[in-house]
């Protein structure tokens, strides 16, 4: 069974600039979620996605875009990039996307922005 | 909205002795509550969780969790701390919706030899 995965490991990027960070789900999950995690706090909620849908969003604006695709792969969009969006980004996937259920997360994209 | 506190940024423990990591948490339900470790370099890995029923949840490498109703606490417990050990802990609380989760700050968890 192959966990979550997420590309690329590091990322340097510059004020203004747009990126995308990728998320391979679980096998047999339909659901991703991602979080933002800065440095010496924990994550936090970013939005969701089940079965291609936006299910929930925490307090991020709207630059903060997602894609879920067919496959269950996910992607997180971040565009006109701030300093304070340097953090450790976690994608989290899980069978339903009910309550009760455990959040299998990748181990992380490190975005640094300059 | 739910919140969650813990209390502790670092902690500093003897190889071998016990360990309780503090969790308040804020939510007007029942809340339904975990804990994640989390090793450098490394993504969120699920420790024990507490969903009904027995208060005293078991967990992976020997940790165990209280859930206190009344202190609205869910303590983290481990008898006898390992090298190994040493990471940061997160409590974290489920919301009404879904499964999105809010997290603690954090306990950083050091382990002298």
């Known amino acids: 069974e192959t966990g979550v995965t997420q590309s690329p490991t590091h990322l340097i990027k510059t004020r203004g600039q747009q990126v995308t960070l990728r998320c391979s789900s679980q096998s047999g999950h339909n659901t991703v979620s991602w979080y933002q995690q800065a440095l010496g706090q924990g994550p936090q909620f970013i939005f969701q996605y089940y079965r291609e849908e936006e299910n929930g969003r925490g307090n991020f604006p709207p630059r903060f875009s997602g894609l879920q695709f067919p496959n269950y792969s996910s992607e997180l969009n971040v565009n006109a990039l701030e300093l304070d969006d340097s953090a450790l980004y976690l994608c989290?996937?899980?069978?339903?996307?009910?309550?009760?259920?455990?959040?299998?997360f990748g181990p992380g994209t490190r975005l640094l922005v300059l | 909205a739910q919140s969650v506190t813990q209390p502790d940024i670092h902690i500093t423990v003897s190889e071998g002795a016990s360990l309780e990591l503090r969790c308040n948490y804020s939510?007007?339900?029942?809340?339904?509550l975990f804990w994640y470790v989390q090793s450098p370099g490394q993504g969120l890995q699920l420790l024990l969780k507490?969903?009904?029923?027995?208060?005293l949840v078991q967990g992976i490498k020997g940790f165990e969790a209280e859930f206190k109703r009344s202190q609205s606490s869910f303590n983290l417990r481990k008898p006898s701390v390992h090298w190994s050990d040493a990471a940061e802990y997160f409590c974290a609380v489920e919301a009404n919706a879904g499964n999105m989760l809010t997290f603690g700050g954090g306990t950083r968890l050091m382990v002298k030899p």
């Open positions: 507490y969903f009904s029923g027995d208060t």
């Open positions: 989290a996937s899980s069978p339903m996307g009910g309550r009760q259920e455990t959040q299998y």
């Open positions: 939510y007007g339900a029942t809340p339904y």
